[in-house]
């Protein structure tokens, strides 16, 4: 491994590079894709579920389209091995699959959470849909900077007339539409998952998330005013 190869950790000094998909790096419990580990490639790229079936569907990394490829990020090599210890690795077997299934259909979920949106919530709301009107989607449209991703939180209709919202990760936006990726599994629609192709109205949108390249992020101001709501 040559120094070209090498990283400056803030936390772990001077560490080999390694790259995990951002949904790995801000969450735990996911199920995460890579390959198996070896001598010459102590840290294989990683990646979570949704974006798994993302390139299944799209047969394999070179046949996705840029807006669809995952946002990656690079990390040393401890920071990989810590992350990754927070999650669980993708069943490798049949027999593997089943036993997961299983498992999981064992835990009751936890009880859905209504939220009531108040004035506050939807005046914050408001102001981000303005935001995102007047300066992210002219933004988006003109091409992010390398690593910048947009997310926006919008609603679903359940079965029972009730509302689910959901994030969504923005491939495209045109007219009145929103067109991207759901970002996470919904509690009351059974026939969606994360990884589906989805589309919303830009008047219905609640909130947005802005990814910079260097790791931080801004929007999402209405889940402050709902008590840590995600």
């Known amino acids: 491994m040559g120094p070209s190869d090498q990283i400056e950790c803030a936390k772990h000094g001077t560490g080999a590079q390694a ?26 790229d990683a990646w979570c579920r949704a974006f798994e079936e993302v390139r299944r569907r799209a047969g394999g990394w070179d046949g996705l389209e840029p807006a669809s490829a995952p946002p990656i990020r690079l990390v040393c090599g401890h920071c990989h091995d810590n992350i990754l210890a927070h999650h669980l690795t993708a069943p490798r077997t049949l027999f593997a699959r ?28 408001r102001r981000a849909r303005d935001r995102l009107r007047a300066e992210l989607k002219p933004r988006f449209i003109a091409g992010l900077s390398p690593g910048e991703r947009l997310m926006v939180k919008a609603p679903f209709t359940t079965p029972a007339g009730g509302r689910e919202w959901m994030w969504i990760g923005v491939s495209r936006s045109q007219g009145p539409r929103i067109h991207g990726v759901l970002e996470n599994d919904p509690v009351h629609l059974r026939d969606l998952k994360a990884g589906a192709h989805v589309d919303v109205l830009e008047d219905e949108v609640l909130d947005y998330l802005l990814f910079r390249s260097d790791g931080t992020s801004e929007g999402n101001e209405t889940a402050k005013l709902t008590h840590g709501e995600r």
Do not use: M, W
């Open 19 to 44: 790259f995990l998909c951002h949904h790995l790096i801000q969450n735990v419990g996911l199920e995460f894709h890579r390959d198996e580990p070896t001598a010459e490639n102590p840290y294989p």
């Open 98 to 125: 089943l036993r997961r299934v299983l498992a999981r259909s064992a835990v009751p979920k936890p009880p859905f959470k209504s939220v009531v949106h108040d004035e506050a919530v939807l005046t914050a709301s």
